[in-house]
């Protein structure tokens, strides 16, 4: 664990050093935006991550001195918002910076709190967050302005296997009865047309409230009696509860497939996405993993 957080330490000090020799540093809360920050922006900017580990619980993340310090230097500022990375929000309220630029992916989907925050499942999420980026960019920087709108068509464009993969599973899958532990994987489920069981169980987990009784055995029921034929559970959440359910799937023979709410290392958005979905078609096809 020690070396873990120093290890945290260190990259975001690293981070703080580059943003301030950097002509523009962007700070992303949460590391798929900054994956595509970095794509649009390229060597233009330094761009840091906060939350960079699968092995992190976004939940449970508490902000340190380090992190504010990375926020009173960032030029442009990126976070989730919605009450996800709420830690962030008061970080840049109490870092105020009239230079700054705050893009909060809510409000882009004109989203708020009490809504379903896990917004990079949305494949809308993506298209309206690069394209916002390359105009806070060339806002700042409108000698590259033409390289930024260059690596947004890029984007965009590349973008387009991930699209047919959603449409291709919509094709095969669409009515098709799944449940998860929580809604992290709620608006891809819905873009894919799958029917989504045990929804308010997966709130109240989402929320931190205990879950009626009764939500507890009508889920257990789905997966003994294979109504539903996923399970899909955040494997960066492993609480007793959910992996009593996850061995319940497992005993009646209903396929398991795990999402994060953190993107894998040495991957992009696209290419994480996509073995997502991947894993889901494996699974829904009768396929072993």
Same mark, same amino acid.
């Given at each position: ?31 798929? #935006? ?49 009450? #996800? ?25 004109? *989203? ?27 806002? *700042? ?32 899958? %669409? ?11 709620? #608006? ?23 879950? *009626? ?19 899909? #559970? ?5 609480? %007793? ?49």
């Amino acid at each position: 664990m020690i070396p873990r957080v120093l290890a945290t330490i260190l990259l975001l000090l690293a981070g703080r050093a580059s943003m301030a020799q950097s002509a523009i540093g962007i700070l992303a809360a949460e590391n798929f #935006y900054g994956d595509v920050a970095q794509q649009i922006a390229a060597n233009n900017a330094t761009v840091t991550s906060i939350l960079s580990s699968p092995d992190q619980d976004p939940h449970l993340f508490e902000a340190s001195p380090s992190v504010a310090r990375l926020v009173s230097v960032a030029n442009i500022a990126v976070c989730n918002g919605a009450g #996800y990375d709420a830690w962030m929000v008061k970080l840049l309220a109490a870092s105020h910076s009239p230079d700054r630029k705050v893009i909060v992916a809510a409000d882009l989907l004109h *989203r708020k709190a009490g809504d379903n925050p896990h917004f990079w499942y949305d494949p809308a999420m993506m298209p309206a967050y690069a394209k916002a980026l390359a105009t806070a960019l060339s806002q *700042r920087d409108q000698a590259h302005q033409q390289d930024y709108d260059h690596r947004l068509a890029a984007f965009l464009a590349s973008l387009q296997p991930l699209n047919g993969k959603i449409g291709e599973l919509r094709g095969k899958f %669409a009515g098709t009865p799944v449940t998860a532990t929580e809604p992290v994987f709620g #608006y891809m489920a819905a873009a894919l047309g799958l029917i989504m069981r045990n929804e308010r169980l997966q709130l109240a987990v989402m929320n931190d409230v205990e879950p *009626r009784a009764s939500d507890v055995a009508a889920f257990e029921t789905d997966l003994r009696k294979r109504t539903v034929k996923l399970l899909i #559970y955040n494997s960066q959440a492993t609480d %007793a509860a959910a992996q009593r359910l996850v061995r319940i799937a497992q005993q009646s023979r209903v396929p398991v497939v795990g999402v994060t709410e953190t993107m894998p290392a040495g991957q992009t958005y696209q290419s994480w996405i996509l073995g997502e979905l991947d894993a889901l078609d494996k699974a829904l096809s009768g396929e072993r993993p």
